[in-house]
């Protein structure tokens, strides 16, 4: 498994959202799994043998619609608002 670094997830300690929504799915399945997570048969993700949920919208997440958000174990359904939902609650701030 490559670092996040190597990845292109974190470049000069920024983050780097569009290689991170673009990981292959290899590497998103190797980036759950280090991070302890399943994948069902079903095509859900699975922590402690419970479907994970979105934190924002609270519904199952399918691995097809997942990101795992940087610097965080955070799983959402992919869409613009939830990444933006997440930047505003956790990044907006940071370098302050």
């Known amino acids: 498994m490559r670092p996040f670094n190597q990845l292109g997830i974190i470049k000069s300690n920024k983050i780097n959202f569009d290689r991170f929504i673009s990981l292959t799915d290899d590497e998103k399945k190797i980036l759950l799994y280090s ?22 919208t609270k519904e199952p997440v399918r691995f097809h619609e997942a990101s795992v958000l940087p610097g965080s174990t955070i799983i959402v359904k992919t869409s613009p608002i939830n990444i933006s939902k997440y930047i505003d609650e956790f990044l907006e701030n940071e370098d302050q």
Do not use: D, P
């Open 35 to 56: 991070l302890g997570f399943s994948i069902g048969r079903e095509g859900f993700i699975y922590n402690n043998n419970q479907r994970v949920h979105c934190y924002y």
